[in-house]
């Protein structure tokens, strides 16, 4: 199945493909994906597997596509130098040197792309402290643990001042603390005017980021746009509702009514419903006067799949 949401904002695209393929001997990585990024905060989503790291090395250049098209900031970007100086990259791959401090690598990254020494260590130190890791800047990559490396990792990709970010699982390995020190400094580049794209299969987490989204699996686009449009798309798929009240079962009786309920269920506890509906936009217009007019006493109202990770488990499915 594939869904394909209407762009959400106006402006120049930051990445386009056109029946974009990659493979691997028979190994497919990629296939036939047809698809436009916009410029702001972007989650690339989806099960381990999916093609997200694939995808990611041919928007920075790493790869050169098996077919199709690809333009990154308007260019080709497979052996690109003008435009790797315009790119940020954060790979999974925990490729640190053990012998340099963090500060060194970082240094050491940006003199290979050409920056004067001095330059090179103001941006090196600047970098390290927008990840929180001025106070180990000095030790060596050897000691670290693995989110203080996440964390270099992510320094190295932003000490350039690019304008298109490409972030694959860069939250894994980190704490709570620095997960949310992380999205906080994502929001940030965001609103310095950069372009940002952050791979990862803990939806909850990007959900938490970005309400924009690009669903693949097995390579291929399921689903393109913001939560709410996705949802509005998939209106021919049920939608759960579960309803805590006093009288359950006199609600369920009233809602069997309704043209749009599918089933109902009283749970083991009579004190809670569940109700799958086509029309939920319907449902909820009805659910204030019945309830009412049963003196079934709501307490509690939750829409259970209306967030990304329903989406996601539907498209699947």
Known sequence: MSVQAADTEKGAVVVETRELGRWYG???GLSDLSVKIDPGITG????NGAGKSTFMKLMVGELKPSRGGLRVLGHTPFANKELYARLGFCPQQDALYEHMT??????YILRVGGYPRADARRRAVRAMERVHLEDAMDRKCRGYSKGMRQRTRL???IAHDPQLLVLDEPLSGLDPVARHQMLELF?????EGKSVIVS???????????ETIVLIHRGRLLAKGNVPTVRRMLDRHPRRVRIEAREPRALASAFLGLPHVRSLQVGDDDTTLSVETRDVESFFEALPGIADAERAGVRSLESPDADLEAVFDYLLG
């Open 26 to 28: 028979e190994v497919v």
């Open 44 to 47: 690339l989503l989806g099960p």
């Open 102 to 107: 963090g500060r060194q690598f970082v240094e």
């Open 155 to 157: 320094a190295q990709s």
């Open 187 to 191: 929001r940030a580049l965001a609103e």
């Open 200 to 210: 990862s299969h803990v939806l909850h987490e990007v959900q938490s980021l970005t």
